[in-house]
């Protein structure tokens, strides 16, 4: 079995109260766990979890996945293989997660590992009697449609056997981003949002609050929506931190600008602060919280630690029911069909799923940075022949305009009662589809 | 063949339809409805004028109407107005008695009033209604009429309707524009409150929601006096455009559909059931979920209720409502509205009749008529106020002369 034992804190971890493992599979999941061991995260075992030696390891322990027939080399972005490697792999798998409460499976889908390992993974995990919490990513949009419709379908598999799954699309994360950013840095963002949403989530495994989520009604909150679920960790300090949180939080761009709460089914809100957390301080930040989301079910829960002196951090899980309720005989071809359609003219017109956001917001424009246009123009030039050759697929689609006709009430003065426009159908406002 | 003094128009200019009712009070001061005049309105938006000649038009054919079935020459109306602009709130008046032996006189009265009337409202704000509710002799609360009292600070609170004057203006504009007087405007949440409630409901605590065309106006009473009003610029129009856009048929049709098929509560029933929409010219045009229809009307109409319910609740009123409230408007006769009001504000609620007037049948039994008959009923009650001080005041001035001060 090729495994090495490289972290010294293994040990350590299993005595705590809750024990927890933190693994990163595929290329993407290893460096996200590298950066992880750096921060502040104590107690925690880490795992890294790769088919091929491609990222060097320093601060966790490594497993690698081999075969013979392979000799050394990774999965070559084939889930398939990535299953098979992990399946014949799973006893050392199952020894690596022993002893752990809690595993945190950190990956990047869309890749052989990440897409074909992670669901064994996460399966190896819960046999050795773990609770698994699956924090994924998707891939970007312009990484093509075959890597989007792999990350989807492990996206599935994992939603099957993990007891939540966390996913953020790179896609959104970038969103936070000036346009012009590096490609390195998006990267990097886009894991710190990540890590900050665990770090939000250990959080709540750690410390027992003075009201406590328990880890059940968490897996309960992110089992519930299948798949489409939101997460933000916000921080702030000093006199003012409770407002500055409010003031951050709907600018979030993973909350969608707030429709995300409008929208949602369960919030799961957790404060945390230091000894000179006040009353005051929670009672805002829930209210305000809980104003955002009329129709959803809020779960809340406080905390205090010493070593929070003058900051305040909030986490906020929210789930909202997915779109289409379909069953999960048909769910392969559904996310088939709500995948962007062939090629560049999807790059250029539907950057994201073209579901219609039932607010009066207007969409952005699709967010590309500078590399990714460029990308994108080379991929054009480059395949143009052979895309014209093989383009009846081309179709006209339309942008998504999405400011709802008032009709009737276009040119009237507009009625706004709490910064609601009443003009506009009241189903749309409230979200609820009529499906 | 009537004195002219004794018949008594309402005229509401809706967003719906323009409405007048022609309303005859007899020796004895009971009204009865001798005429009812009608016209689609073409120029109003939520409950204000947005084409005034087209509006004109319309309060013609209206009035021509109601004086040709009332055999009357209509003078003078009593107009009612409405809009998103109109508030209310409560306010309160103090004034020092000075007269040497501490008796509160009628000027007294008179002065405490205008104090409570003097409020800081916008520049472009004016005063629709002050309308008394108690007095304060001394701090001493409940009194209804202090004249003849003794005391040395007399207060009075009011309830305060206000709105923008020149939007108020637009509506009295178009009336005289028509060779009409206007005796007075009233805020029409008020006059189908007068038209539904009997004393006894304003005693025990009343709410009267009238959702019309183009807005919602609700008024509270309590313990037989006005506590609060409100208007939201939200009503049938709105339904219809909902459904216009929710189930993508033309405006026309929603507004039919609303009225033939509408509920405003989803039954397990209708799940699944369609509607076949057809075109001006009987073409098939599309199938329309039925549950889909209830669920967009459900939901805004619940929304309009719950509006009202914070509102209320704000006020801390809702528990002060043992009479219940009373739908009136063209909304009221969506089928379940009742159930759905009551579910949302947690009261009993009924369609709101107006049983306190005389006279056509037909039209007193419309739940769409209560504002322009509650104008009516506005009318005879200033009509008998008028008579009575005029009366007081000559005796008044009849004893003056003779006493020598």
Known sequence: MGTEMTSPNSAAGQTKRRAVTIMGVGTAGVTMVESLAGEDFPDATFVAINADGSVPTSRAELVRLESKLLRGMGTGGDPERGRELAEENFEALKNACSGAEVVMLVAGLGGGAGSGASPVIARAARESGALVLAFVTLPFNCEGNQRQRLAQIGLDQLCNVADGVICLPHQKAAKLLEENCGFAETFGASAKVLIEGMRGVWRLLRYRGLIEIHFDELCAVLREQQGESYFAALEASGTTRARDVLEKLPAHPLLDGGAALKQAETVLVSVMGGPDLSMAEVNRVMEDITSQCPNAKVIMGAAVDETFRDRLAVTLIATRRRKHDTSKATQPKTTEAELPAPEFESELIHPSKPERPSARLVPPAPALTAEQREQLLAKQTGRSPRARKTGPRMKQTTLPLDIVNKGRFDKSEPTIHKGEDLDLPTYVRRGISLN | ?405
Do not use: W
């Open chain 2, 1 to 405: 063949m009537f004195d002219s003094a004794s018949i008594i128009v309402g005229l509401e200019i809706g967003t719906s339809k323009v409405c007048a009712v022609v309303g005859e009070m007899n020796d004895e001061g009971s009204l009865n409805i001798v005429g009812l005049g009608q016209a689609r309105s073409r120029g109003v938006r939520k409950g204000e004028i947005v084409d005034a000649r087209v509006i004109e038009e319309d309060v013609r054919h209206a009035i021509v109407e109601a004086e040709q079935m009332a055999d009357v020459e209509i003078r003078s109306v009593y107009l009612g107005v409405t809009g998103g602009h109109i508030r209310g709130f409560n306010n309160r008046g103090v004034h020092p008695v000075v007269s040497a032996d501490r008796e509160i006189s009628e000027e007294d009265v008179q002065d405490v009033v205008k104090n409570a009337k003097a409020i800081n409202l916008p520049a472009d704000n004016s005063v629709l209604h002050a309308i008394r509710q108690h007095f304060l002799v001394d701090g001493h609360v409940g009194v209804t009429d202090p004249v003849g009292m003794l005391g040395a600070r007399l207060e009075v609170d009011v309830h305060v309707v206000h709105g923008h004057l020149n939007r108020l203006q637009n509506a009295i504009r178009a009336v005289r524009g028509i060779q009409l007087e206007v005796d007075e405007v009233v805020f029409n949440g008020l006059a189908s409150s007068l038209a539904v409630l009997s004393p006894a409901q304003k005693e025990l605590g009343a709410l009267v929601i009238d959702i019309g065309g183009g807005t919602t106006d609700y008024v509270v009473y309590s313990g037989g006096v006005i506590k609060h009003t409100g208007v939201l610029a939200v009503g049938g129009d709105h339904v219809s455009n909902d459904l216009a856009f929710g189930l993508k048929v033309p405006l026309g049709r929603a507004e039919q559909l609303k009225i033939e098929n509408g509920s405003a509560v989803v039954e397990d029933a209708v799940k699944g059931r369609t509607l076949k929409v057809t075109s001006e010219l009987g073409l098939p045009l599309n199938a329309v979920n039925v549950e889909h229809l209830h669920r967009i009307m459900s939901l805004r109409l619940e929304e309009i209720f719950q509006l009202i319910a914070q509102d209320l609740e704000q006020a801390g009123l809702l528990g002060y409502l043992r009479a219940g409230a009373f739908l009136c408007g063209g909304c009221a006769r969506i089928p379940g509205v009742i159930q759905l009001a009551s579910q949302v504000l947690d009261l009993p609620v009924t369609i709101g009749k107006t049983t306190s007037v005389n006279g056509l049948k037909s039209t007193l039994d419309q739940p769409e008529f209560a504002t322009p008959i509650g104008l009516v009923k506005f009318g005879s009650f200033k009509c008998k106020r008028d008579a009575r001080p005029s009366l007081a005041q000559n005796l008044k001035s009849v004893f003056s002369k003779l006493l020598p001060r």
